[in-house]
């Protein structure tokens, strides 16, 4: 079965410009979720995705957005980029059935995306 | 509230030797979920190891093994046999059913393995 996929793996973009990233999980996966992570504040949760639907979101300005779609796939938005932006961003995704303690939010990650902000 | 300790920034092993990571977890939650990741210098976070809250063993994947004691709320790894590619930063994470959909994860432990 293959893996969490992201795309692009690498990105150099310049203040105020916005950014797309793309995430596509694991087959049967139904929930993804997007985290930022940097080496000063660790790693930080974007936010959550299940059946299209945003399930939960981290403490982040209105500048970040996601999406997903019917098949699973998700997306995360980045508008009017600041150098504090720059992080590498990662996607994961679980079965999510909706129990805790069972093993099914178990969450796969991708490779992640660098992002870069001059 | 939810909460995931790490108290160790890093950490050395001689090869083929065990090393325990330590972990500890806050939650009021009786429903919750415990993981350990490994991040090599890739970046890509590889999942080691689960543990359910009502699980009553613990959990165990080849040299991964995860020592639940839910009265203390710690949840350490321990890796035996350490191999060099061992060498890489380790994060404990959770997941309870008042932070919903979100996992939280601490701010992890570097581990160094000398050959």
């Known amino acids: 079965k293959a893996g969490v996929t992201q795309t692009p793996r690498y990105l150099i973009k310049t203040r105020g410009q916005q950014v797309t990233l793309s995430c596509s999980p694991i087959?049967?996966?139904?929930?993804v979720s997007w985290y930022q992570q940097t080496p000063g504040q660790g790693l930080q949760f974007l936010f959550e995705?299940?059946?299209?639907?945003?399930?939960n979101k981290g403490n982040f300005p209105g500048r970040f957005s996601g999406r997903q779609f019917s098949n699973s796939r998700s997306e995360m938005n980045v508008s009017t980029l600041e150098l504090g932006d720059s992080a590498l961003y990662l996607c994961?995704?679980?079965?999510?059935?909706?129990?805790?303690?069972?093993?099914?939010?178990?969450?796969?990650f991708g490779p992640g995306t660098r992002l870069t902000v001059l | 509230a939810q909460k995931i300790t790490q108290t160790q920034p890093g950490m050395f092993v001689q090869e083929k030797e065990a090393v325990t990571l330590d972990c500890t977890y806050d939650?009021?939650?009786?429903?919750?979920?415990l993981f350990w990741y490994k991040q090599p210098s890739s970046g890509e976070m590889i999942f080691l190891i689960y543990?359910?809250?009502?699980?009553?063993q613990n959990a165990t994947e080849g040299r991964y093994s995860l020592n639940f004691q839910k009265a203390r709320k710690s949840a350490n790894l321990v890796i035996s046999a350490s191999q060099l590619g061992d060498s890489a930063m380790y994060f404990c994470?959770?997941?309870?059913?008042?932070?919903?959909?979100?996992?939280?994860f601490g701010a992890g432990t570097r581990l160094f393995v000398k050959a």
């Open positions: 994961a995704s679980s079965l999510s059935t909706g129990q805790i303690g069972v093993g099914t939010d178990t969450q796969y």
């Open positions: 087959s049967g996966h139904r929930s």
């Open positions: 995705y299940f059946s299209e639907t945003q399930r």
């Open positions: 939650t009021s939650d009786q429903s919750y979920g």
């Open positions: 543990q359910g809250s009502y699980d009553e």
């Open positions: 994470a959770m997941r309870d059913d008042t932070g919903g959909f979100k996992t939280i």
